[in-house]
T-cell receptor
Framework: SQQGEEDPQALSIQEGENATMNCSYKTSINNLQWYRQNSGRGLVHLILIRSNEREKHSGRLRVTLDTSKKSSSLLITASRAADTASYFCATGPISSGSARQLTFGSGTQLTVLP | DSGVTQTPKHLITATGQRVTLRCSPRSGDLSVYWYQQSLDQGLQFLIQYYNGEERAKGNILERFSAQQFPDLHSELNLSSLELGDSALYFC????????????FGSGTRLTVV
């Protein structure tokens, strides 16, 4: 079952524009992560935000987390054609020990037009 | 190259057969995770191993099994294959701590005909 649901399912923008993707989840989390997947390839870890953090930046990426609303957003600024990919949010459970499986959302397909 | 190696990259087999997918984690990572990605189900967690021991189980069918060996590589065994088992199977590894992301392999594309 999916913990996170991304919105929108698909997004098409022009190069240079900003892209915003949203993620909602259902249960309490320890952290939330975003991944990128180019078509048919493995997922690449982009950024992790802990449950006690509200905002985090990494290069052209900005992630926000609102635990009261159980939602997160990923902003990609000044997008490039190479940003075209599927983006997934993934939630890390609150748990002790070494059981650390992430639950992935359904993904947003981003297309950046040159 | 992510550091996680999965073999084979592609596999085509007939219904009822058995296959083994192999994963070598990134050097130093103790946790290995297996995920199945299909168009209708998305990314589904199957099973996690940590330093040779099973740690968590997800939506893994009884026809599927896995293990992690002393050198930390892992194998996912799929038996009595059905058409619906066709999917991308990913292995990911992490150091095992609380606030670390996963490193994914490039996946094995399984086609059951």
């Amino acid at each position: 079952s999916q913990q996170g649901e991304e919105d929108p399912q698909a997004l098409s923008i022009q190069e240079g524009e900003n892209a915003t993707m949203n993620c909602s989840y259902k249960t309490s989390i320890n952290n939330l992560q975003w991944y990128r997947q180019n078509s048919g390839r493995g997922l690449v870890h982009l950024i992790l935000i802990r449950s006690n953090e509200r905002e985090k930046h990494s290069g052209r990426l900005r992630v926000t987390l609102d635990t009261s609303k159980k939602s997160s957003s990923l902003l990609i600024t000044a997008s490039r054609a190479a940003d075209t990919a599927s983006y997934f949010c993934a939630t890390g459970p609150i748990s002790s020990g070494s059981a650390r499986q992430l639950t992935f959302g359904s993904g947003t397909q981003l297309t950046v037009l040159p | 190259d992510s550091g996680v190696t999965q073999t084979p990259k592609h596999l085509i087999t007939a219904t009822g057969q058995r296959v083994t997918l192999r994963c070598s984690p990134r050097s130093g990572d103790l946790s290995v995770y297996w995920y199945q990605q299909s168009l209708d189900q998305g990314l589904q967690f199957l099973i996690q191993y940590y330093n040779g021991e099973e740690r968590a189980k997800g939506n893994i069918l009884e026809r599927f099994s896995a293990q992690q060996f002393p050198d930390l590589h892992s194998e996912l065994n799929l038996s009595s294959l059905e058409l619906g088992d066709s999917a991308l199977y990913f292995c990911a590894s992490s150091v095992g701590g609380e606030d670390y992301g996963y490193t994914f392999g490039s996946g094995t594309r399984l086609t059951v005909v």
